[in-house]
């Protein structure tokens, strides 16, 4: 059963891996401003189903789209 998980910081060191992990079996959406992670660590999203979604969580509106 494929579930859907919204990680906020996705493009951060902790949060690419578990992002990664999680897409294998599952729709994974990752938000993050990139103010402190980097692109690169989400790199290899095109090869897994991972929406990459830039913006703050400070953005209720993005937050309702995402959830």
Do not use: H, W
Request: aromatic share 2%.
């Amino acid at each position: 059963m494929s579930r859907r998980f919204v990680i906020t910081g996705g493009a951060g060191f902790i949060g690419s891996n578990l992002a990664e992990a999680l897409a294998k079996e599952n729709d994974v959406v990752v938000i993050d401003s990139l103010s402190t992670g980097k692109a690169e660590n989400l790199s290899g999203a095109d090869a897994r189903p991972l929406v990459q979604v830039p913006g703050s969580i400070a953005d209720l509106e993005l937050l309702r789209s995402a959830l």
